[in-house]
Every structure is written in C-alpha cells, then in structure tokens.
C-alpha cells in the first residue's frame, strides 16, 4: 500500500516551454503533496506543499508564477514548471500524505527534467 | 523556518561497525524527525522515524534517539552491512505539514 507514482519518469524539452509533471496516489487519498527539488548529490529542497482544493503554499525563494501546482483532486497533484530555462534542470521528486497516517509521507519515483 | 543540519557529509566504516549520523533543527515546534535511505537515482525511503514524545526508538539494528533539549537527534545502524551503503537523509517535520531536510550522510559499508 501507500504507492505514489510520477510522471514523466525523464523529460527533455527545449528553453521557453512549459513542462508538466504529475504525481498520484495510487491507492490511497492524499490530503497533502509536497514537491521537492534535488541537485545531483544534494539534499531535497522542500519548494512547496499543497492541500486538496486549495491553493500551494511556497517556501520563501520558490516563484510561485515559475512553478505552478495544482492539486485537484485527493490522487493528483501537477507541477508546472513554466518557461522552462536550462537552470530549472533538476530531479523533482513529489511526495503524498494521507489523512490516516498523518506524519509519515511517501515519496513518488522523481522526475528528471532536463532543459536545452 | 527550520533549519536541520547534518554531520557527517560521509561516513566510511567497516562491515559489521556500528555507523552514527547525527542532525540538529532549529524549530523547537518540530515534533516528528524521520529518516531515509536513498540510493542512487531512486526514491527516498522511510527506514525509522520518531515522534516528540518519545526518546529512543528502534527497529533491529536500527535506532534513533532524540534530544529535545538540545534540538538533535540521531541515527545508530549496528552490524553494518554491504547493502547499508547509500545516503542517508534526516528530516524535521511540524506535525507532518512541512518537510526540512538535512544535507545527507554519504555511507560507505567496507566489505
């Protein structure tokens, strides 16, 4: 149980496009995702968190129009990152919190972006 | 915010020598502190966590202790194994709303 899965595994696309990354809860409803960011070797860079219904809230330095987030519904959450420039290269890696457990969140495959 | 900071960045033992990371938080709201093994190129993974009310918890030859006081806490792997190498993330949380990591621990199990 509690599987979260993401996609697109890998994407490459060309400066000044948008790009969409979705992650879902496969069997479980997820009141709360979180979207992380990871340079090689480097730690998770938490960027926002979003509740079911309601708008993300960003961490400070996360641009909030660059990164849009939508979480529709309580198995999906997309992260939009928009004109994309060769600087947004990165892993992002989501994340679900369901209801039940509360504290303990898990963690989708990660996306790989990489911009030309 | 929360800021959680980690030591150390790597760590080297033998096999079957006890490995210890150790992270220290800021926020003093901070009530729940898990921990994950990620290895290259896959997801992070819950291997213990624990919450404010409790001091030492642990899971075969994992454990974690948590000072409140003096805001750290830390990861005990005894009888280190091979497959124990990868990185190893703390993280502080305020009731599971928000995730602060720390900055990883390279491990390394010498066969």
């Known amino acids: 149980g509690a599987v979260v899965s993401q996609h697109p595994s890998w994407v490459i696309c060309k400066s000044g496009t948008s790009v969409k990354i979705e992650c879902r809860s496969l069997d479980f409803q997820a009141t709360t995702m979180f979207w992380y960011r990871q340079f090689p070797k480097q730690s998770l860079m938490l960027m926002a968190t979003?509740?079911?219904?309601?708008?993300?809230?960003?961490e400070q330095g996360v641009e909030k129009d660059k990164f849009l987030i939508n979480h529709a519904s309580l198995t999906l959450s997309t992260l939009t990152v928009t004109s994309a420039h060769p600087e947004d290269s990165s892993f992002y890696i989501c994340s679900a919190r369901e209801y039940a457990t509360y504290n303990e969140q898990f963690f989708g495959p990660g996306t790989r972006l990489t911009v030309l | 915010g929360e800021n959680v900071e980690q030591h150390p960045s790597t760590l080297s033992v033998q096999e079957g020598d006890s490995a210890v990371i150790k992270c220290t938080y800021s926020d003093s709201a901070s009530n729940y502190f898990p921990w994950y093994k990620q290895e290259l190129g896959k997801r992070p993974q819950l291997i213990i966590d624990i919450r404010s009310n409790v001091g030492e918890k642990k899971d075969q030859r994992i454990a974690v202790t948590l000072n409140k006081t003096a805001k750290h806490f830390s990861l005990h792997i005894t009888e280190t194994q091979p497959e124990d190498s990868a990185v190893y993330f703390c993280?502080?949380?305020?009731?599971?709303?928000?995730?602060?990591f720390g900055t990883g621990t390279s491990l390394t199990v010498i066969p």
């Open positions: 979003s509740n079911e219904g309601s708008k993300a809230t960003y």
């Open positions: 993280a502080a949380s305020r009731g599971g709303n928000q995730f602060y």
